[in-house]
């Protein structure tokens, strides 16, 4: 960062009022001033005037009007991002103060893709929480696409994540840490573990539970389906959450698709089986990512410690990255 951008940002903070950062807020979720404005009390005129300052003060138009509304120019985008973070910064403000003022010693919000939880995120978390007790932890599992825009908006502070969803955005630095098989899981006693081997066309003849469409792990699926002579499985139940998954297994004949170490741990306590079906490494890796734009903060490095030591336990056969 030059002095100059530096400089040229402490005049725009001077020249910011929290008004206009909560009305940027609004109008990112509204589209509507008249709608933005009654959701802070707010008359439209006054909201009108907040904005038109507001661009004097950036130097550029942030909106785009029309009779539909109003449509945030890129710059506009930028700035209700930022006026996100800056809403989430405060809010996480409040919450360690309320912490610290209970003997609590801070907070972590942490977002996980499902295959983290057995191997990494639970041995982390959990040594973490053995070595910082009074660190409020909260974990968010979802898919990498969900995680990335929680991150981006402040709502989280660092995840377990596929970086196949981040391309070549610049907003974030992401760091290798595994590279995992996946296996098809079934109920105990399914007919398919019976057989020595299944090839993979017979899959597509079951029926399934699989994560929805559009996420991550159904598009690098998309060729292993495609060799099943389908578009896909067509008896499907889709779900996000991995115990319905489980559930649904366990009452059926139902088929799943699972990275290697969350299938291991429901093999390990005997509540599924794998199918003996080779499928092709599809699935890549998964890995820590942050905010470029956004400090570590001591709880942050406290967890990334312990990931780095999760996976010095970790078994040395594995087929792992390491993690700096």
Not at 17 to 39: D, F, I, P, Y
Not at 171 to 194: A, M, N, S, W
Not at 258 to 267: A, N
Request: hydrophobic fraction near 45%; charge should be neutral; avoid cysteine.
């Amino acid at each position: 960062m030059t002095s100059d951008t530096f400089d040229r940002g402490l005049m725009l903070l001077r020249h910011l009022k929290s008004a206009q950062l909560l009305l940027l807020v609004a109008l990112g979720e509204a589209a509507s001033l008249r709608k933005a404005a009654a959701s802070l009390n707010m008359t439209q005129p006054t909201a009108t005037k907040l904005i038109q300052d507001l661009e004097a003060a950036v130097g550029y138009a942030l909106f785009e009007r029309s009779s539909r509304g109003m449509r945030p120019t890129p710059y506009g985008e930028v700035m209700i991002r930022h006026a996100r973070l800056v809403q989430m910064e405060v809010i996480r403000t409040r919450e360690e103060i309320d912490s610290l003022s209970k003997g609590a010693s801070g907070a972590i919000k942490i977002g996980a893709v499902v295959s983290a939880i057995p191997f990494l995120l639970a041995k982390a978390v959990a040594a973490l929480k053995l070595e910082h007790p009074g660190l409020q932890v909260s974990v968010d599992v979802n898919t990498s696409d969900v995680l990335v825009a929680a991150l981006l908006n402040g709502q989280l502070d660092v995840l377990l994540a596929r970086p196949l969803v981040l391309g070549d955005r610049s907003e974030f630095d992401y760091v290798d840490l595994i590279d995992e098989p996946l296996k098809v899981v079934g109920r105990k006693q399914h007919p398919l573990t019976l057989k020595a081997s299944v090839s993979i066309s017979e899959l597509g003849k079951w029926p399934w539970t699989l994560l929805p469409a559009g996420s991550p792990m159904r598009k690098v699926l998309a060729p292993v389906f495609a060799e099943m002579r389908l578009p896909g499985p067509q008896n499907i139940v889709e779900t996000s959450s991995m115990m319905t998954m489980v559930a649904l297994m366990h009452e059926s004949d139902m088929l799943a698709v699972m990275p290697g170490d969350v299938s291991d741990f429901y093999i390990r306590h005997n509540l599924l089986d794998e199918i003996p079906v080779m499928l092709p490494s599809v699935m890549g890796s998964y890995g820590i990512v942050t905010g470029r734009d956004r400090p570590i903060t001591p709880g942050v490095a406290a967890f990334l410690s312990q990931l780095r030591a999760a996976m010095e336990d970790q078994d040395q056969g594995r087929n792992r990255l390491s993690i700096f």
